[in-house]
């Protein structure tokens, strides 16, 4: 069993990988779509799984990797080059804000990351330089959907395998022991608020990496898209749903999350239902499992094991 989810994970991305050489663009752009929501949930749930803090602002980390992009590819910089300097502004910002804010606890910490969302919305869409509330576009000829599907694909991978190895690490321990019990963990000398600032760190800067690699697809944005407080809390639900603190959990809710978001869009008179009907899955999970996705089947496994019936010892004899 414990061989089942790395041989999952092997043949997910053999298929991403390959995915470009036999599917369709309409299909590729539906798995580009599905790589983006794992990278931002895996990403999340970083601090928000791992930690216990949840925060509704990472549409701000998204858009300060769009914007960089953005920004210094008009000034002539490759678009793949500014990556990097995406990642490090985000994360700088994380710590800048996470130095206040992780002061606070509970729905009091949530609060203050929903005003710095919007209070970087508001403030994209006054400035000059970042084109106002009309947004900027790419320069011509800088898109490339074949490498932007692969980076964003093996960005992808590289999510899910960070989440893996930040659990398995004794980084991973002293944010689960955050999790259960702050105080207790700092008067066993975790520096709570270091590991705090460090673990949204790392997830701003691959949320970054994603928004610029969302600037290059789309080759436009604005405040309105990348620092919507709606992407926000799309970025919550799909960990929610799949199941916080695991590694497949992120995985199996961006799946669902793309899913429902490409038949919704399929159909016109549902096109603006879609925060109902994400906030109604939320409610069923928080009342019939809030284990999510993969809590329903860890305990459908349970069940089926402890219904199976034992097989018999042939006697020796």
Do not use: C
Request: charged share 10%; net charge positive; no cysteine.
């Amino acid at each position: 069993m414990k061989r089942l989810p790395a041989a999952s994970g092997l043949a997910a991305t053999a298929f991403l990988l390959a995915a470009p050489l036999f599917l369709d663009r309409g299909t590729l752009n539906d798995l580009w779509s599905l790589s983006l929501g794992v990278i931002l949930a895996s990403a999340w749930n970083l601090l928000g799984g791992f930690a216990g803090q949840v925060s509704l602002g990472y549409s701000a980390f998204l858009g300060i990797g769009a914007y960089t992009t953005v920004l210094l590819s008009l000034r002539g910089v490759p678009p793949f080059l500014t990556l990097p300097l995406g990642a490090l502004l985000a994360a700088l910002f994380s710590v800048a804000i996470g130095l206040p804010a992780f002061r606070l606890r509970g729905p009091y910490f949530t609060i203050a990351t929903i005003g710095v969302g919007e209070a970087v919305r508001v403030s994209a869409a006054s400035v000059a330089f970042t084109g106002g509330s009309s947004g900027l576009r790419m320069p011509s000829g800088s898109f490339d959907f074949t490498a932007n599907f692969y980076a964003m694909a093996a960005l992808a991978i590289f999510s899910v395998v960070l989440a893996a190895a930040v659990r398995a690490s004794a980084f991973g321990t002293a944010l689960a022991a955050i999790r259960q019990d702050i105080d207790a963990a700092e008067s066993l000398g975790v520096n709570a608020t270091r590991y705090k600032l460090l673990a949204h760190a790392l997830s701003a800067a691959v949320v970054a990496l994603a928004g610029s690699l969302y600037a290059i697809n789309f080759q436009y944005i604005a405040p309105g898209s990348v620092f919507d407080f709606r992407l926000s809390l799309s970025i919550v639900l799909m960990p929610v749903v799949g199941g916080v603190g695991t590694i497949a959990g992120p995985v199996l809710g961006a799946l669902v999350f793309s899913t429902l978001q490409i038949k919704l869009l399929a159909i016109p008179a549902l096109r603006d239902a879609y925060l109902l009907l994400y906030g109604g899955l939320l409610i069923l999970v928080i009342l019939y499992e809030p284990g999510g996705l993969v809590g329903l089947l860890r305990r459908l496994t349970t069940r089926r094991q402890a219904t199976a019936p034992e097989q018999e010892v042939p006697d020796a004899g």
